[in-house]
């Protein structure tokens, strides 16, 4: 196994919820463990004598949307919010392609069926569907960046 396929694997536990990779072939064993915001490798190739090297990866950061409304007006709106969630596990991209335009923008109106950003996932592009009726609001990922199952990715006013 060659440098460049070990640092693969690294990022695949960093983007993924697996909490420990373990490999085995002749004459070399790797572990990767991810614990606490840190993934750790640990190397161990027989030579003259057996070497174990253990190197600390940090994972890549997970941007994280917050809301620059005040508290108080927040209550008063976002009572009659619908939000629009992540189906799936993958990569949000708000276009479908980098020089095409946004499926939607804040202010656009969608309804139920309109195709608002497409997740990746497991190198398939899926396209997602809106299945509420209503204007876009916010939108609460940026483009090309991992989202979760269930995480809000649109907040619609019906």
Do not use: H, W
């Amino acid at each position: 196994m060659d440098f460049k396929q070990i640092q693969e694997l690294v990022k695949m536990v960093n983007k993924s919820n697996i909490s420990e990779l373990s490999i085995e072939e002749d004459k070399f064993k790797i572990t990767i463990k991810q614990k606490d915001n840190e993934v750790q490798q640990v190397f161990t190739v027989p030579a003259v004598a057996p070497v174990q090297a253990v190197a600390q990866v940090a994972p890549a950061a997970v941007p994280v949307a917050t809301s620059a409304t005040p508290p108080a007006a927040a209550d008063t709106k976002a009572t009659n919010l619908l939000t629009i969630k992540s189906p799936m596990i993958g990569t949000f991209y708000r276009s479908p392609g980098p020089d095409k335009p946004a499926f939607v923008n804040v202010g656009d109106d969608v309804t139920s069926g309109k195709v608002v950003c497409i997740i990746e996932a497991m190198k398939l592009f899926n396209e997602i569907e809106s299945e509420v009726s209503g204007r876009i609001i916010k939108v609460l990922v940026d483009d090309a960046s991992p989202v979760e199952y269930d995480q809000p990715l649109f907040l619609v006013e019906p």
